[in-house]
């Protein structure tokens, strides 16, 4: 399943566009720009299939630093400043990691 089939291609490219620059991602923001915001709970956890790309049931710290590739090829990886305070955000539990639970939350807040 792609990305797309989902979300809206013009919405994600308007939404990578608002971000170019190191330091100007903002989670909330980009969810409701690309539309996710709006999503059910089976679309948000579609998207968190995609987003976690070994597959581990969650999106560690690694795949938050490539997040804007998924949607992408040519977008730019999160600053470290910026991941860091994303995986703050999604992680409630303080596992160092955000569960799909945990993305549902951080999409819907």
């Known amino acids: 399943m792609a990305i797309t ?6 919405d ?3 939404a990578l ?3 170019q620059a ?3 991602f903002n989670h909330k923001s980009f969810f409701s720009m690309i539309g996710l915001s709006s999503k059910n709970a089976d679309e948000i956890k579609k998207v968190f299939g995609i987003l976690d790309r070994d597959k581990s049931g969650f999106i560690e710290e690694d795949e938050l630093h490539l997040l804007l590739k998924n949607f992408s090829s040519s977008a730019r990886a999160l600053t470290s400043a910026e991941t860091k305070a994303f995986l703050a955000a999604g992680d409630t539990d303080g596992d160092g990691k955000i569960g799909v639970e945990e993305f549902q939350s951080l999409v819907k807040a």
């Open 5 to 10: 089939d989902i979300l809206s291609a013009k």
């Open 12 to 14: 994600i490219e308007s």
């Open 17 to 19: 566009s608002s971000c």
């Open 22 to 24: 190191d330091n100007s």
